[in-house]
């Protein structure tokens, strides 16, 4: 994979379901997502004018599972409404170990001397929703959770300012990809309702009738209003220290030593909402507390601030 200087277009249509000649969500996607997938080892290498990076993956295994992340019957892994004309699916990821590793390319702006970013991990997983469109496939929502346990992470102080840089550097292609993702992200308006078919009857679990309403709590229940991103480490002990080649000789020849820093982090959490409006309700994050009440009160007053001085300008 190679970083873009410019965001490439979107994808158009999903090419399962054109290979079948068929332009809504079908048969052939049902097929596809039912599938068990298991992969012994797979790499992938990035590249970046500033750094080149690898990910390995051993063990890794992609099954569907139902809203509740376990693995069921394929009829319990995917929710569609009719009335609404989407369809929500749930995947999992998993795989026995993960390593990680990044350095600076020669004609990069690092330093000429750089430390290679390392981090081995045990045992994780990625849980990924997606709501598309049944009538065109097109994905209308996604939340992707990043699941890790118990993580060690030693890092010397050039290798923290290395992934400083690294991170740096990508911002600007990140920033230009989030804002073509913001104009072409979908509104909120109503779908239209496609014609009934005889695939809608795939996704209605055993023992429950067709009836409207009932799919509709069971959809509200598992829905994604907004596309989100997560992560969740459950503990990690992360370990700073000087690089020992890197002190001067002054402070060798006066005995000086390097320092360390120790820190635990337990259940650990980042959430990311990237096409979240200001001023718009938090209750459907998967974190939201009562607290955050009085954070959107003065969040809408900024807000309204904020647009009364540009309505003067």
């Known amino acids: 994979m190679r970083t873009c200087e410019e965001p490439r277009p979107p994808n158009g249509q999903s090419p399962i379901a054109l290979a079948a000649g068929q332009?809504?969500?079908?048969?052939?996607?049902?097929?596809?997502?039912?599938?068990?997938?298991?992969?012994?080892?797979?790499?992938?290498?990035?590249?970046?004018?500033?750094?080149?990076?690898?990910?390995?993956?051993?063990?890794?295994?992609?099954?569907?599972?139902?809203?509740?992340?376990?693995?069921?019957?394929?009829?319990?892994?995917?929710?569609?409404d009719p009335q609404?004309?989407?369809?929500?699916?749930?995947?999992?990821?998993?795989?026995?170990?993960?390593?990680?590793?990044a350095d600076a390319t020669d004609n990069g702006d690092q330093d000429p001397v750089t430390t290679p970013l390392r981090l081995i991990t045990n045992q994780g997983r990625i849980q990924i929703s997606l709501k598309r469109r049944t009538k065109d496939c097109n994905v209308m929502a996604s939340k992707l959770m990043f699941l890790l346990d118990d993580l060690l992470w030693v890092l010397t102080d050039s290798q923290l300012k290395a992934m400083m840089k690294y991170a740096e550097s990508l911002s600007e292609a990140m920033e230009k990809s989030a804002q073509q993702r913001k104009s072409l992200a979908p509104e909120s308006v109503q779908v239209t309702p496609p014609?009934?078919?005889?695939?809608?009857?795939?996704?209605?679990?055993?023992?429950?009738?067709?009836?409207?309403?009932?799919?509709?709590?069971?959809?509200?229940?598992h829905d994604m209003k907004e596309s989100s991103y997560h992560l969740l480490i459950s503990r990690l002990d992360l370990h700073i220290c000087d690089d020992s080649h890197a002190r001067d000789?002054?402070?060798?020849?006066?005995?000086?030593?390097?320092?360390?820093?120790?820190?635990?982090?337990?259940?650990?959490?980042?959430?990311?909402?990237p096409f979240h409006r200001a001023g718009d309700a938090c209750k459907h994050w998967v974190r939201y507390s009562?607290?955050?009440?009085?954070?959107?009160?003065?969040?809408?007053?900024?807000?309204?601030?904020f647009q009364s001085k540009i309505e003067k300008l």
Not at 291 to 305: C, F, H, N
């Open 249 to 273: 000789s002054g402070a060798q020849k006066h005995g000086m030593l390097g320092g360390a820093m120790q820190l635990t982090f337990r259940r650990m959490a980042f959430d990311y909402y």
């Open 23 to 80: 332009s809504e969500y079908g048969f052939a996607e049902k097929v596809v997502e039912g599938m068990f997938i298991v992969v012994n080892s797979i790499t992938i290498k990035i590249h970046s004018k500033a750094f080149h990076a690898s990910f390995e993956l051993w063990q890794l295994q992609g099954y569907s599972v139902n809203p509740n992340w376990q693995q069921s019957d394929l009829r319990l892994t995917r929710i569609t």
């Open 195 to 221: 014609a009934p078919s005889s695939q809608q009857s795939w996704s209605q679990p055993f023992g429950v009738s067709p009836n409207a309403s009932s799919i509709g709590q069971y959809f509200d229940k």
């Open 84 to 101: 609404r004309g989407e369809v929500l699916t749930f995947k999992e990821l998993t795989w026995q170990t993960l390593r990680i590793e």
């Open 290 to 305: 009562e607290a955050m009440e009085t954070r959107g009160q003065w969040a809408k007053k900024l807000v309204s601030e």
